[in-house]
């Protein structure tokens, strides 16, 4: 076994290394584009790609339209299987909505062309925006 592919309990990795090594993310590219982008959080400030992170430090990543936070419990380098990987951190993460409560967009059909302004009037009215039907 490769030394950096064990958990290890002391150190330091980047922390888009270790967020793909942990698999919340499925690419290291997208683990450092949402560095760059400012979704991820080392202990309650933004993390640049290449910041250190420690054993017992709070990240906070927000990644396909979720919130993650977790706990770094082990420190690992490379890629790792998913069994591995869930004892490397403690996932602190608020609970997905429910399917339900997603918005849910309207959707008109294919080749109906722009909405007119009667239609743009009843969107309206249904979403709760505009004034009710006159009298």
Same mark, same amino acid.
Do not use: Y
């Given at each position: ?9 002391? $150190?330091?990795? #980047? /922390?888009? &290394?270790?967020?793909?090594? %942990? ?7 997208? *683990? @450092? ?31 396909? $339209?979720?919130? #993650? /936070?977790? &706990?770094?419990?082990?420190? %690992? ?7 591995? *990987? @869930? ?49």
């Amino acid at each position: 076994m490769v030394s950096g592919e064990a958990p290890q309990a002391t $150190g330091s990795v #980047r /922390v888009d &290394v270790w967020i793909w090594s %942990v698999r919340l993310t499925k690419t290291r590219a997208q *683990a @450092a584009a949402a560095c760059r982008a400012g979704h991820v959080k080392v202990a309650g400030e933004r993390a640049k790609p290449a910041q250190a992170v420690r054993v017992g430090d709070e990240v906070r990543l927000r990644h396909a $339209g979720r919130d #993650r /936070v977790v &706990v770094v419990s082990k420190i %690992v380098k490379k890629r790792v299987g998913a069994p591995v *990987a @869930a004892d490397c951190f403690i996932d602190n993460s608020p609970p997905p909505p429910p399917r339900e409560a997603a918005i849910q967009v309207p959707v008109r059909d294919r080749g109906a062309g722009r909405p007119t302004k009667r239609d743009r009037r009843e969107m309206d009215r249904l979403r709760g925006m505009g004034p009710g039907p006159t009298e």
